[in-house]
C-alpha cells in the first residue's frame, strides 16, 4: 500500500469516527431537550382540565348540555341532585367582583373553608404579666378567659334569567354576564346580613348585638357614646370622643362606617379653632375621603339618620381585627329552562357566614339623647 492509500484510508476511517461522534452527540441533545421540555408533574394538565371544566360549564348554561366525563367532574357533591359547581376561574371572577361590591369583604378577614363551620379560640381580656427582679418571688399572673367561637356557613342564593335566544347569541359573554349578575345579587344581600343579621339561617350582623356606654367594657357588647340628639349630631364632640375611646393596636386600621344621610350631616361639621370643615376629600384619584384623618366608607344597608329618630347611624371600626367572614368553597349553579318560560333561570347558590370575633375593635355612635 503506498502513502497516498494509506492518507485515503486514515481519512475514511476519521470520518467514519466523527459521523459516529456526531450521531452520538445528537441523540444526546434531543434526550436533554425532551427532558427539559417536558411539563413537570402536574404542570398544564391543571390549566388543560380546567379548561375543559369551563367549556362543559358554558355549554351546561347556553345549551343544558349534560353528560360526559367532564360533566360529571363538575356534578355537586354531598348528595345533591342537579346542578353543576362553577369551575375554579369563574369562582375566582365571583370572589374578585364580590370583594370590589361587598363593602365588609373589603375590610375584614375572609377565611375560605371546606366544612360547614369555622372555629375560634378566643380570650375575652389580656394575660397578666409583670416585672420582677432575678431573686424575687414570682407571684401568680392571670389568664384570659378563653371562649370558642363556632361561625357557621349559611345558603346564599341568586337567581339571574336570560332569554335562550340572548345565551344562543355569540357575541355576548355568557360567562360574565352570569358572574356580574350572581356577584351584584349575592353582595347586596351579604351586605345586610353582615351589618344587621341575626344569625339565624345568616350571618349574624354587628348591628345585632347589644351596646353598653364607654368605658364599661363587657364581652359580647360595642362600648356606644350618645350624640345627645334623637337622629342629630350637635357637635363634632361625639365623633372625637369615639376617636380616643378606640385602643391605638385598632386605630391604625379603623374606618368610620356610616350611612348616606349620616354622612350628609356629618360633611357640615367644621373645627371651630380653624374654621375647616372635618370632612376632608381624598386627594388622588380612588383615594377614600377622610373624617378626624380616617377613611369613610359609604354604606346604604347602615340606619339612615333621620331627625328625631334615635339610631346607630355610624361606627368606628377596625373590621380586619372585629368581624370575621367564613366562605365554604364553592359555587353551585343549576339551570332552570321550565319554571319561568321563555326565560331561562340560573339558581346559583353559595355559603357563607360571618361573626363579630374583637368587640374592643368597633365603637358605635349612637344618635340618641
Not at 149 to 173: C, E, F, G, N
Not at 236 to 249: H, R, W
Request: glycine share 8%.
Amino acid at each position: 500500500m503506498n502513502t497516498v492509500e494509506k492518507i485515503d484510508q486514515a481519512i475514511d476511517s476519521l470520518e467514519g469516527s466523527f459521523k459516529a461522534f456526531q450521531e452520538k452527540q445528537e441523540h444526546r441533545f434531543q434526550q436533554f431537550y425532551t427532558a427539559a421540555n417536558r411539563p413537570k408533574l402536574g404542570e398544564g394538565v391543571s390549566d388543560y382540565v380546567d379548561g375543559q371544566k369551563k367549556q362543559a360549564f358554558l355549554d351546561y348554561i347556553t345549551k343544558g348540555s349534560e353528560g360526559g366525563m367532564i360533566q360529571k367532574a363538575l356534578t355537586a357533591q354531598e348528595g345533591r341532585t342537579g346542578g353543576y359547581f362553577i369551575p375554579a376561574p369563574m369562582v375566582d371572577l365571583v370572589q374578585q367582583r364580590l370583594s370590589t361590591t361587598s363593602y365588609l369583604r373589603s375590610l375584614a378577614r375572609v377565611t375560605t373553608v371546606s366544612t360547614d363551620t369555622l372555629e375560634l379560640l378566643l380570650d375575652k381580656g389580656n394575660a397578666d404579666v409583670g416585672w420582677v427582679g432575678e431573686l424575687d418571688d414570682r407571684a401568680e399572673t392571670g389568664v384570659p378567659e378563653l371562649t370558642k367561637v363556632r361561625i357557621s356557613v349559611h345558603q346564599i342564593y341568586a337567581k339571574p334569567r336570560a332569554s335562550q335566544k340572548i345565551l344562543d347569541d355569540t357575541s355576548i359573554d355568557v360567562e360574565q354576564w352570569l358572574v356580574n349578575k350572581v356577584s351584584e345579587k349575592m353582595s347586596a344581600c351579604e351586605n345586610a346580613a353582615f351589618i344587621h343579621g341575626d344569625g339565624d339561617g345568616k350571618p349574624k350582623g354587628f348591628l345585632s348585638y347589644p351596646c353598653v356606654p364607654l368605658r364599661q367594657v363587657e364581652w359580647g357588647k360595642f362600648e356606644a357614646l350618645k350624640t345627645g340628639v334623637n337622629g342629630g349630631l350637635s357637635d363634632s364632640d361625639a365623633l372625637i370622643n369615639t376617636l380616643y375611646a378606640m385602643k391605638p393596636e385598632y386605630l391604625r386600621g379603623a374606618v368610620w362606617f356610616m350611612s348616606r344621610s349620616a354622612m350628609a350631616s356629618i360633611r357640615r361639621l367644621k373645627d371651630e379653632s380653624t374654621g375647616h370643615y372635618l370632612w376632608q376629600p381624598g386627594l388622588l384619584a380612588g383615594a377614600p375621603d377622610t373624617l378626624l384623618g380616617h377613611p369613610v366608607m359609604i354604606a346604604d344597608e347602615m340606619p339612615p339618620l333621620v331627625s328625631g329618630v334615635a339610631s346607630s347611624s355610624v361606627v368606628l371600626a377596625n373590621f380586619y381585627e372585629a368581624y370575621q367572614i367564613v366562605d365554604r368553597a364553592g359555587i353551585h349553579v343549576l339551570r332552570d329552562p321550565y319554571s319561568a318560560k321563555p326565560y331561562v333561570e340560573f339558581y346559583a347558590t353559595k355559603r357563607v357566614g360571618g361573626d363579630v370575633v374583637n368587640f374592643d375593635a368597633i365603637k358605635v355612635i349612637r344618635f340618641e339623647e
